[in-house]
Structure formats: structure tokens, C-alpha cells
């Protein structure tokens, strides 16, 4: 047999042998369907590089992980026009690194609550904040919580301001998706987080700070960092939790480090 034919032969049995690089869905924005399945994507669904997605609409988003490569996204930014002028995307062609950029604060060793002020600032992340549907977030003592003293959200919608009490208990904030509804049923883009205070019969208010509110449950969070723990397979807690709160951070918006212990085990 011809030397160069034999090495082709080998060459191309060696390829047949190796493993299909596999992609796993993590998070999912928006509308966006596998064009081969023509079903929509959801968390956990694996992908191979030739499969083509389509999305609905420039807001939508998908993140990946590789278990040899690590943590990727694609957004319509990187879609071409399709036949019928739909968004189209080639996963091994429109890839791209998933930022790493965000970094925890430390935890504290006494921890009381968050303080506010801080706690819904974020420039890193453009001021989305995380709030888990149903779970209270601890709020520092210093903050009394009771029928005087109160937090509440401030919007405006379609010309009106909108006025919202916080549901609270003595030692924390709960959220609902209520809360930021505006008049057309939409979620509020930019709210102000306002504090009402009560001293000698005095009830003064002021604006705490102004966010992005970003709900999720707390079901859909932990699917997710349980898939990536067992795609990642990062034996070294410091980084497993670097990535995963990276993956958060960058997918909805700041969350304070106690929570992701409590809440995630993270």
C-alpha cells in the first residue's frame, strides 16, 4: 500500500475515534430554538459545534460550558440573516469566553445583613441586582423594620409615579415580581430603592439607591450551578466558586457572597 495512503487512512481513522466536543446550555434569554430540533432551548441541553440556533430577537442569550474549554456565550450580535430573515447563529463559529471579571466581596465573619446603600450598587454589573423570588435578604440592624420604619420602590410608568411597600420581617426584605410590575404589566427597568424612617413621630424618607431589579427562583439558580459543578469538575472550591459566580454575576446581576452560601452552597 502507497506510504501517504496509509497515513491518510490512519489520520482519518483517528479523527472517526475522537470525541465530538460537546457544549452544555446553561443559561437561556429570550427565545432561542435549535434549528435541527426545532425546539426551544432550555438549561441542560448538550450541542455539538455544527448545530445552528436561531434567536427571537437582539435581547435574547445563551451560555454554554465545555467541560474541556469552559464557560461561553452567544448573543444575536454574532447572528447572521437566515432564509426567512430569522437570527442565525452556528455555534462553532459565534462563541465567545464568557466574562471572568467579576470578583465577590469578602465575607464577613459576623455577619448581621447587608447595608443597602451598597448592597444594591453595582457598576460591574450596571446595577442589575439579583433578588431571589420568596427569599428574605438580611438587612442590617442599623434599619429598623416595622409599621413605621419601612423600605419602598419608587418607578415611573407611563407618566406616574409608582409607590410600593416592601414586604419585609423583622430582619430582612422579601421580593415578588409584583412589586416592580408596572402599568402594562412589564417589569420595571430602573427603580429606587427608598427607606421611610420614624423618630419622636417623625416620618422622614429618603432614596437608598437606584437599580435594575433582575428576579429568578431559586429552583432555576440551583439547576444551574448544580450542572456547571458537575461539567466543571474543579476540585479547588476558590475556583469553582469564582466560576459560578462569575456565570451568575454576568447572567443576572450582583448578589451578595452570604447568599450564594446559603442559598447555592457556592
Known amino acids: 500500500m502507497n506510504g501517504k495512503l496509509l497515513v491518510i487512512i490512519i489520520w482519518i481513522s483517528a479523527l472517526a475515534g475522537m470525541p465530538v466536543e460537546k457544549y ?18 432550555r438549561v441542560g441541553d448538550v450541542l455539538s459545534p455544527e448545530d445552528k440556533l436561531l434567536f427571537g430577537d437582539k435581547t435574547a442569550k445563551v451560555s454554554f460550558i465545555s467541560p474541556g474549554k469552559g464557560r461561553f456565550d452567544i448573543n444575536p450580535n454574532a447572528t447572521k440573516p437566515g432564509e426567512q430573515n430569522e437570527l442565525v447563529a452556528v455555534l462553532k463559529s459565534s462563541l465567545v469566553p464568557a466574562s471572568n471579571t467579576y470578583h465577590l466581596s469578602t465575607r464577613s465573619l459576623i455577619f448581621e445583613g447587608y447595608d443597602p446603600v451598597t448592597y444594591f450598587s453595582s457598576p460591574s454589573t450596571k446595577d442589575r441586582i439579583l433578588l431571589i423570588r420568596s427569599e428574605v435578604l438580611p438587612i442590617k440592624p442599623a434599619y429598623r423594620l416595622d409599621g413605621s420604619n419601612f423600605f ?38 430602573k427603580v429606587s430603592l427608598c427607606y421611610q424612617s420614624n423618630a419622636s413621630g417623625t416620618a422622614r424618607s429618603a432614596v437608598i439607591a437606584s437599580f435594575t431589579p433582575v428576579l429568578a427562583g431559586i429552583e432555576d439558580i440551583s439547576a444551574q450551578v448544580r450542572l456547571m459543578e458537575e461539567i466543571l469538575g474543579i476540585a479547588d472550591k476558590n475556583k ?8 451568575i454575576f454576568d447572567n443576572y446581576g450582583k448578589i451578595g457572597s452570604e447568599e450564594l452560601s446559603r442559598l447555592f452552597g457556592i
Open 152 to 189: 419602598f420602590l419608587q418607578f415611573t410608568s407611563e407618566g406616574r409615579t409608582i409607590t410600593r411597600k416592601v414586604d419585609q420581617i423583622s430582619n430582612g426584605l422579601v421580593f415578588s415580581d409584583r412589586l416592580f410590575e408596572t402599568a402594562s404589566g412589564a417589569m420595571a427597568n
Open 240 to 247: 469553582l466558586k469564582a466560576e459560578l459566580s462569575n456565570h
Open 24 to 41: 452544555y446550555v446553561t443559561f437561556v434569554k429570550g427565545k432561542v430554538t435549535n434549528q435541527k430540533t426545532q425546539k426551544a432551548l
